[in-house]
């Protein structure tokens, strides 16, 4: 009898479990798209060279890149590794720059960056936006509260 309410319990709170960890991963996926905003944003000012994240939204993968001679590349550290969106999120990027199938948002050494907002949309239709309203301004999460209440 216990076994038969234990299973009842479990099977209905599935689907809610199921949601809520998508719904984090959704979160979990714009704090670190953030992070590297401020990363690119910081390495840029520090070493006086432009700094870009790539996005690739068809392959569902970001990375870093800095420019070196005149050309952007890769990072030589964990940093320049792609990363890969989790699955279930689909990611938009608004953006004035971009270049075939990747687009950027640009770091420069000055400490301005690109205006931009990367939409990030999770399997609950849950929505959080990294976005930069002014190129003097950080990047910074909105979540989908406060999206809702503007």
Same mark, same amino acid.
């Given at each position: 009898?216990?076994?038969?309410?234990?299973? $009842?319990?479990?099977?209905?709170?599935?689907?809610?479990?199921?949601?809520?960890?998508?719904?984090?991963?959704?979160?979990?996926?714009?704090?670190?798209?953030?992070?590297?905003?401020?990363?690119?944003?910081?390495?840029?000012?520090?070493?006086?060279?432009?700094?870009?994240?790539?996005?690739?939204?068809?392959a569902k $993968?970001?990375?870093? $890149?800095?420019?070196q001679a005149?050309?952007?590349?890769?990072?030589?550290?964990?940093?320049?590794?792609?990363?890969?969106?989790?699955?279930?999120?689909?990611? $938009?990027?608004?953006?004035?720059?971009a270049e075939?199938?990747?687009?950027?948002?640009?770091?420069?050494?000055?400490?301005?960056?690109?205006?931009?907002?990367?939409?990030?949309?999770?399997?609950?239709?849950?929505?959080?936006?990294?976005?930069?309203?002014?190129?003097?301004?950080?990047?910074?999460?909105?979540?989908?509260?406060?999206?809702?209440?503007?």
């Open positions: 009898m216990v076994l038969v309410l234990i299973s $009842t319990v479990l099977a209905m709170a599935a689907p809610w479990l199921r949601g809520f960890s998508g719904g984090r991963q959704t979160a979990e996926a714009a704090a670190q798209v953030l992070s590297l905003t401020h990363l690119a944003r910081s390495q840029a000012a520090a070493q006086g060279r432009s700094y870009r994240l790539n996005i690739d939204a068809e $993968t970001y990375w870093l $890149t800095m420019q005149g050309a952007f590349v890769e990072l030589d550290c964990e940093h320049g590794r792609r990363f890969q969106f989790p699955e279930g999120v689909s990611v $938009t990027l608004e953006s004035s720059v075939g199938q990747a687009s950027y948002i640009q770091f420069y050494p000055d400490g301005r960056s690109d205006q931009a907002t990367i939409r990030l949309t999770g399997r609950g239709a849950d929505v959080y936006e990294v976005s930069c309203q002014s190129a003097s301004e950080r990047f910074r999460v909105v979540s989908p509260s406060e999206a809702g209440g503007s």
